[in-house]
């Protein structure tokens, strides 16, 4: 066997060694990634549950009888600072005429069972880049619910 074959086939298998070693980099980039993504879902996932819960709260204690109108959108913000709640109201549901507001987005139902029932159209957002890429985290859903 020649020398120069031995020193070519050194090179080939320090080749070979670091081609396997960027693909094990690039793998687990790929998996950290999917893992802060995954972990930046779930927070915003939770975030929104309480974001619903905390504006029935504030639909239930919203005063009225001040110009006799209704309440249309409620904001939050994380105590980290982090994620951003918009809240539309896009509807009222009411059966008796005294306890509808009066407002445009009101709307008087036949039946009993749905009374109360409000539709919200919530939007969580990121409020800063939170991801190494730069893109916004947005996540939103519209539910019915009864205070």
């Known amino acids: 066997m020649k020398k120069a074959f031995g020193i070519m086939t050194a090179l080939f298998i320090l080749v070979l060694i670091s081609f396997l070693l960027m693909l094990v980099l690039k793998v687990s ?6 893992t802060k993504d995954a972990y930046l879902n779930t927070q915003a996932e939770l975030f929104m549950q309480s ?3 905390n504006s ?13 109108n209704c ?17 539309t109201i896009l509807r009222y549901y009411c059966y008796d005429d005294n306890d ?3 407002c445009d987005i009101a709307r008087h139902i036949k039946t009993d069972t749905s009374h109360g029932s409000t539709l919200l159209k ?4 990121t409020t800063n880049s939170l991801r ?5 985290l947005k996540i939103s859903r519209v539910t019915l619910q009864k205070p």
């Open 100 to 102: 509808c507001p009066n």
């Open 56 to 68: 029935l709260l504030a639909i239930e204690g919203y005063d009225r009888s001040n110009n006799n």
């Open 132 to 136: 190494n890429d730069g893109k916004q």
């Open 71 to 87: 309440l249309k959108h409620i904001n939050f913000l994380s105590s980290d600072k982090r994620f951003e709640a918009n809240i």
């Open 122 to 125: 919530i939007v969580v957002s």
């Open 51 to 53: 974001s619903i819960e």
């Open 29 to 34: 980039s790929i998996s950290i990634k999917h």
